[in-house]
């Protein structure tokens, strides 16, 4: 069957076409890009603190503005995307972000820093908003999830190689060098983007109700229905407390291993990042816990871990802090994954208002916490360690008091019974597929 032809008859780019293999590299390609942009500077924080003359809190801006700008766009994205399409939108908010990287390496001050990458991460809000859910509508629904597995796979390696390749560029000349070689890698990124990713064919232009019905309600109607939601908060709260208390570690870390005792230079301090690698099995092994024994206990015990992993980087031994960062990486893609994953069956209207939720309740908790952390640091790092101990605690907590799990909470989906998932309809499955999405966003 030609690739057309069987293009027509599932109503999708299905896998082995040309058309597919385009998709699948350009939101490969956007992936990586997207992630790139956004994270890189989390590896030049000591270097931009040095250069500027601003503390580790400050320099901490460089992301948390970003990490702001995206949370604040996403839902003004999609909204725009349902009015205009996926793919070109997507290429837009693309192109911008990487126009508006290659000014970062170029700001005058540390306040227009500021302002280009809290504008860079608006733009940056355009991709994770509408990657999965272009997929959904264009690719064949047999193949979506392969195709979305690539997606997730382009944001974990950008997110990785951003910081690889800043850091040891900075460590040889300084921090606008190493954010000009990702802002130009990024444009070719975004190039590749554009040129390959199809035009849709199969677009939804308005948002549907879990009836099928078109939703004639203003947007607010669907995010106010889903923040009513009990259960939803409390998931809401988890990807809050626990982005914040990774991005911290992160943020935070690096700064550490560069002063005394240890001493080590940036291109060496960047390999810590290579720890969230640990999430591509962890965050597996957790949705095969979670079909066993109930997403409940599998949260519970990975925030109860992350909490440990975050108490061994305290010591000032090299290994045991290394060994920490893994043990709290492993657990915290694992927790993750069953929140982000949670989302989807628990609502009960507006799916994609309660994932876009979400998606700026993680990207919240990233800004506002990776900035704390700065300020507990001021104490040295058993105060961002501590901090970020307590907020994983308090994620645990909310679970662990809540009903969240062993019953129905008002207004909440069905119980986290591996019995009942078994019953549920499938609609209730692809309706969580851009929560799992969120599992990649580091």
Same mark, same amino acid.
């Given at each position: 069957?030609?690739?057309?032809s069987r293009?027509?008859?599932?109503g999708?780019?299905?896998?082995g076409?040309?058309?597919?293999?385009?998709?699948?590299?350009?939101?490969?390609?956007?992936?990586?890009?997207?992630?790139?942009?956004?994270?890189y500077?989390?590896?030049?924080?000591?270097a931009?603190?040095?250069?500027?003359?601003?503390?580790?809190?400050?320099?901490?801006?460089?992301?948390?503005?970003?990490?702001?700008?995206?949370?604040?766009?996403?839902?003004?994205?999609?909204?725009?995307a349902?009015?205009?399409?996926?793919?070109?939108?997507?290429?837009?908010?693309?192109?911008?972000?990487?126009?508006?990287?290659?000014?970062?390496?170029?700001?005058?001050?540390?306040?227009?820093?500021?302002?280009?990458r809290?504008?860079q991460?608006?733009?940056?809000?355009?991709?994770?908003?509408?990657a999965?859910?272009?997929?959904?509508?264009?690719?064949?629904?047999?193949?979506?999830m392969?195709?979305?597995?690539?997606?997730?796979?382009?944001?974990?390696?950008?997110?990785?190689?951003?910081?690889?390749?800043?850091?040891?560029?900075?460590?040889?000349?300084?921090?606008?060098?190493?954010?000009?070689?990702?802002?130009?890698?990024?444009?070719?990124?975004?190039?590749?983007?554009?040129?390959l990713?199809?035009?849709?064919?199969?677009?939804?232009?308005?948002?549907?109700?879990?009836?099928?019905?078109?939703?004639?309600?203003?947007?607010w109607?669907g995010?106010?229905?889903?923040?009513?939601?009990?259960?939803?908060?409390?998931?809401?709260?988890?990807?809050?407390l626990?982005?914040?208390?990774?991005?911290?570690?992160?943020?935070?870390?690096?700064?550490?291993?560069?002063?005394?005792? &240890?001493?080590?230079p940036?291109?060496?301090t960047a390999?810590?990042?290579?720890?969230?690698?640990?999430?591509?099995?962890?965050?597996?092994?957790?949705?095969?816990?979670?079909?066993?024994?109930?997403?409940?206990?599998?949260?519970?015990?990975?925030?109860?871990?992350?909490?440990?992993?975050?108490?061994?980087?305290?010591?000032?031994?090299?290994?045991?802090?290394?060994?920490?960062?893994?043990?709290?990486?492993?657990?915290? &893609?694992?927790?993750h994954?069953?929140a982000?994953?949670?989302?989807?069956?628990?609502?009960?209207?507006?799916?994609?208002?309660?994932?876009?939720?979400?998606?700026? &309740?993680y990207?919240?908790?990233?800004?506002?916490?990776?900035?704390?952390?700065?300020?507990?640091?001021?104490?040295?790092?058993?105060?961002?360690?501590?901090?970020?101990?307590?907020?994983?605690?308090t994620? &645990?907590?909310?679970?662990?008091?809540?009903?969240?799990?062993?019953?129905?909470?008002?207004?909440?989906?069905?119980?986290?019974?591996?019995?009942?998932?078994?019953?549920?309809?499938?609609?209730?499955?692809?309706?969580?597929r851009?929560?799992?999405?969120?599992?990649?966003?580091?």
């Open positions: 069957m030609s690739d057309t293009d027509v008859a599932v999708g780019h299905a896998k076409s040309s058309s597919y293999r385009c998709v699948l590299i350009a939101l490969g390609v956007v992936g990586m890009t997207t992630f790139a942009q956004l994270y500077p989390q590896a030049l924080i000591p931009i603190s040095r250069d500027l003359d601003v503390t580790a809190a400050d320099a901490a801006l460089t992301i948390s503005g970003a990490t702001i700008g995206l949370a604040g766009a996403v839902l003004g994205w999609s909204w725009v349902d009015r205009f399409g996926r793919a070109p939108v997507m290429k837009i908010a693309i192109v911008a972000s990487v126009v508006l990287g290659l000014l970062v390496p170029f700001a005058p001050s540390f306040e227009v820093l500021i302002v280009v809290v504008l991460g608006v733009a940056l809000g355009g991709t994770p908003a509408l999965l859910t272009y997929l959904a509508e264009e690719v064949d629904r047999r193949d979506a392969a195709a979305a597995g690539t997606y997730i796979s382009g944001t974990v390696i950008g997110g990785l190689a951003g910081r690889l390749v800043a850091a040891p560029v900075a460590d040889l000349t300084d921090w606008r060098t190493g954010a000009l070689v990702v802002g130009v890698l990024s444009t070719v990124g975004a190039l590749l983007a554009v040129l990713l199809p035009a849709e064919r199969h677009a939804h232009r308005h948002a549907k109700t879990q009836h099928g019905s078109p939703w004639r309600g203003p947007l109607t995010l106010i229905a889903n923040l009513k939601n009990p259960a939803l908060v409390i998931l809401y709260a988890q990807a809050c626990l982005m914040g208390a990774h991005v911290a570690i992160y943020n935070y870390l690096g700064y550490r291993l560069e002063q005394q005792p &240890f001493g080590l940036p291109a060496v390999l810590i990042f290579l720890a969230g690698l640990s999430g591509a099995v962890s965050a597996r092994v957790a949705g095969r816990l979670a079909s066993r024994y109930g997403r409940r206990p599998v949260l519970m015990w990975s925030s109860a871990t992350m909490a440990a992993g975050a108490a061994l980087t305290i010591p000032d031994r090299l290994p045991t802090v290394l060994f920490g960062l893994l043990v709290f990486s492993t657990a915290y &893609f694992s927790a994954s069953i982000s994953g949670w989302v989807g069956p628990t609502a009960t209207t507006g799916t994609a208002q309660a994932t876009s939720l979400y998606t700026l &309740f990207y919240a908790g990233s800004s506002l916490f990776g900035w704390i952390g700065g300020l507990a640091f001021t104490l040295g790092w058993a105060g961002t360690a501590t901090m970020a101990i307590a907020i994983v605690l994620a &645990f907590a909310c679970v662990c008091t809540t009903l969240l799990g062993r019953r129905r909470l008002l207004g909440s989906g069905p119980d986290d019974d591996p019995a009942l998932r078994t019953t549920q309809p499938r609609a209730s499955v692809r309706d969580s851009p929560g799992v999405a969120a599992a990649s966003q580091q």
